[in-house]
Each structure stands twice: as C-alpha cells, then as structure tokens.
C-alpha cells in the first residue's frame, strides 16, 4: 500500500530521480568536516530555546518595579526588560537554564564557524570555483557576531548597558554618516527608549531570517559543486570519496546534533553565564568594571582599550580615537577576509578549479600569514583583559597596557617567520608530521631534500624486501614468541599430572 501510494504521489509529482541521487550523494569522512555542521546545529538549538525565552521576555525599557522570587531586588525600580529576565531567570520553570543554554550555544555558535572558517582557510577549500561560499561563510560570521551582541544587550543590566554605550559611541565615531547611524540603530540619542525593541525585532527576525537564507545558499552551492575532499589513495579532482548520504552519513549527523544539543545542554546546567541579577539594572552614571563582553568581541574591546589616544582632523572633519580600533580595523579585517580568494589567485597566478585540498605545510605562505594574524588577534583577545591582568600580577595597568601595545606588533611577526621556516622545512624533509623532521632540515632544506631523493630508490628496496624495517622484524619476533608460548601453555595443561589423594 505504502508503495502504491509513493508511486501514485511520483506519477503526479516527479522527484523519485532526485530523491536516489540525494540519498546516494558521498560525503568526506574526515572530522574536520563536521565543523560546519556543529554550527548548524547550534542555530537550530538556538532558534528553539530562543522561541522558548521569547514567549516570557519584555521588550521595553519602561519603568517597572519588580516583584519575583529574587529577594535582593524584590520591590526595586528596574526596567520592564531587565524585570522580565530576572522573572525568567527565577520565576519560570527551566527558564534559567534556557537562558543559559541560548547563550552558551551563541559562544559555541560563533567558536564553530571561526574554527570551519579557519580550516577552509588553511586546506585552500576558498579557492576556485568555492569563492562564492567562502563569501557567504564570512557575511555569516559577520551576522552571528552581530546577533550575539544584540542578544547579550536585550537584558538591559549594568554590563550589556555598558556595552551599549561603547557601540553608541563607535558608531558616532565614524566621520559623516556616524550620527545618522547611530539614530537609525538607536532610535534617537543615547539612552533612546527605543533601543531594546529596536534590538529585539533585529536579534529575534531580521538577523536570524537573513542567516536562514545564506545557510541554505551555502549548503545549496555545497551540493552543487560536490564537496572537496584531503589527497589520499583513490582521491582525485573528479571523485569524492567518503560515505553515502543514506543510511551512513545521516546517521552520524543525527548522532552529532543529539551530541552538540547533549554539550550545550550540559553547559547551560552546570557551568552559569550571564547571571543579570548580580550584575543589577543599568544605570547610566555607574560602569560595569572589570567586565568583558562575550570571547567573540574581545579582540574589538582590546583594540580599544590599546589603542593610542588619537584623535585627527581630516577635510574639516574631527575623527575621534574610537574610530581606528573599532571601525577601520574590523573594516579592514573583514575586507581582507572577502578578498583573500581573489588576492591568493591574483598573486600565485592559480586560476584552475581545485577539488583536493592542500596540507598547510604544501602552502608556507598562506600558513604563515594564517597564523600570524590569528596571534594578532589572540593577543587582541587577551588585552580586554588589561584590567583583570593588571590586578593578578599586581602591576600597573600603564605597564600591562604597553606590554600589549609591543606585543601585538612583534609577536605575530616572530609567529609567521617561524611557522614560515618550519612548514617549509617540512615540506622539503618529506617528513610525515613535524616531531619526525630531521633538525637540518630547518638549517638546510635543499639538502635534505637532495639526500632524502638519493637514498629514496635504496630504502624503498630494502623495506620491500623486510632486510631493514625493524618494525616488521620486531612483530614478528613478537608473532613467534606469543605462540610459542601459547603452544608451551597448551603442552603443559596437557600433561599436567591430576593431583594424588
């Protein structure tokens, strides 16, 4: 019957063709290829706790006085929104830990796609004819920053109101358009009522919506093209090796989004986040110290709190400090980021689609340049924490602060020279991973090169003919010695005598 239904539905809708081709659609094996799903599934984890929280919170800075389950600020004045939260929090059956789940997955969330971003990055995935996604990948980026942001200053306590008042005071920064960006998002001057239902209708629709969209062009060009896949035995330009869609692969990717639910669960129970209540209401006169905002903005708040006091004048035009650390470098961090499959093709002249992907040792260059601009911003990352550093080593902020400033220009120089030398010694000692590179190839790569092809034709032989591989001698000494012994243990219980009464 059920058959007879199925071929009743494809006479009258057609898709049976496309149907097998799907299921019979290969996918890589390797695990570096679930990164990108990790992220999907933290955005479908995200949009159903985020359903959840939006049935209970309030998306208004109206005064309120608060009345809940949290005696601290029973009967304070706070705003609906803060009030809502707290509520949620303390007075809604699992709403303190659908708070915490949301938020951890939207630090796991963004984690993901910097970390799939990076090994697309470094295996040349980018390259002709990817660039399209590799575009969409990094406006994704761009969009799960900004949301996390948004989501993260909805509660309107004292931190997220301090982070408002610094992206208040970027946006004016900007020379011309600053204010009327900062009215457009803000809804007026600083301390607009309007800001937290302008980012409430931003967090929950416009981003979330615009996300969906390229998520599924993303995937839609992925299965277009076939996915890329690591050199190995049987792997070409033309083929993918790996496992089918049904039953295989789908299996292991239901098995992985109960496992990205089951992670980010068990970090919204046990480890808290965000806990609003301690922070209290936003005031405008008081600041939230030391505090940092979510790992993903770090980098923005250490470039500010580095950055020189610079302040210039251009066509008439005052351009304040805030200006160079939170607006030119993120805009041309991110313009880098868009170009780079384009300056890459430029620059080596490598025009030609490419299917398998590269080791980072087959590519110095774009290795050493990689890391070298991720210690950048690691160290970026650690200077929003001048404040927090300069309390534990108990030295003056003034000092943790020029330590930072010398260190995020020589650190990611020393960082590419050295992984520029070793990549490419690696590359010409043959070796199969770095702790088995011989030291001169660091020295003189060429030579080991020429040595290692030289003695290549003898040592194959002799390990065809088992005279010099000690591995195999030694299994099988190992071979022979266990049964050996195992035919002496035989013998023995054979002829063991039964005891005399």
Not at 217 to 242: D, Y
Not at 431 to 437: E, I
């Amino acid at each position: 019957m059920i058959r007879r239904l199925v071929s009743w539905l494809d006479d009258r809708l057609g898709g049976s063709s496309f149907a097998a081709e799907a299921l019979n659609k290969v996918f890589p094996d390797h695990w570096a290829f679930l990164l990108g799903e990790i992220a999907l599934y933290c955005f479908t984890v995200l949009v159903l706790t985020g359903t959840f929280l939006t049935f209970f919170f309030t998306a208004s800075t109206a005064p309120t006085v608060y009345r809940g389950a949290y005696a601290p600020l029973n009967g304070a004045h706070v705003s609906s929104a803060y009030a809502s939260v707290v509520r949620l929090s303390f007075d809604v059956r699992a709403g303190l830990v659908m708070r915490q789940i949301h938020h951890w997955t939207a630090v796991v969330f963004v984690a993901a796609i910097v970390a799939h971003l990076c090994r697309i990055f470094f295996t040349g995935a980018f390259r002709r004819p990817r660039e399209i996604n590799w575009v969409i990948g990094v406006v994704l980026l761009i969009l799960a920053i900004f949301n996390g942001f948004t989501g993260y200053s909805l509660p309107d306590d004292l931190l997220s109101g301090t982070g408002l008042r610094i992206a208040y005071s970027i946006a004016i920064s900007i020379p011309v358009i600053g204010t009327w960006i900062a009215f457009l998002l803000f809804g007026g001057p600083y301390g607009s009522p309007g800001i937290i239902g302008r980012l409430f209708v931003i967090h929950i629709l416009f981003i979330p919506a615009l996300i969906g969209a390229l998520l599924g062009a993303h995937l839609g060009i992925v299965w277009r093209q076939k996915h890329s896949q690591f050199p190995g035995p049987g792997r070409l330009e033309g083929n993918v090796v790996g496992e089918k869609l049904w039953p295989t692969y789908a299996a292991k990717s239901m098995g992985l989004f109960f496992g990205v639910a089951a992670v980010v669960s068990a970090l919204g129970g046990l480890l808290q986040i965000n806990p609003v209540w301690q922070y209290g209401p936003y005031v405008v006169s008081q600041v939230s110290s030391p505090a940092q905002p979510d790992w993903y903005l770090g980098w923005l708040e250490g470039a500010l709190r580095i950055f020189p006091a610079w302040e210039t004048r251009v066509f008439g035009f005052e351009i304040p400090n805030a200006f160079f650390p939170a607006v030119l470098l993120p805009g041309i961090t991110f313009t880098l980021l868009f170009a780079w499959p384009f300056i890459e093709s430029w620059a080596t002249g490598d025009h030609l689609p490419h299917h398998l992907l590269d080791r980072p040792r087959d590519r110095p260059v774009r290795t050493a340049l990689g890391l070298a601009t991720l210690t950048f911003y690691t160290v970026l990352l650690a200077a929003g924490s001048n404040d927090l550093l300069a309390k534990w080593f108990q030295a003056p902020v003034e000092v943790i602060t020029w330590t930072f400033r010398v260190l995020v220009i020589v650190l990611p120089l020393v960082v590419g020279f050295v992984v520029y030398r070793l990549m490419k010694a690696l590359k010409a000692s043959g070796a199969a991973r770095l702790s088995r590179m011989p030291a001169r190839a660091l020295s003189d790569p060429a030579a080991v090169r020429a040595r290692l092809a030289a003695h290549a034709p003898a040592a194959a032989a002799a390990t065809a003919d088992g005279a010099l591989d000690a591995r195999r001698i030694a299994r099988w000494v190992a071979v022979g010695a266990g049964m050996g012994a195992l035919v002496g243990g035989i013998e023995r219980l054979l002829h063991r005598r039964p005891p005399e009464e």
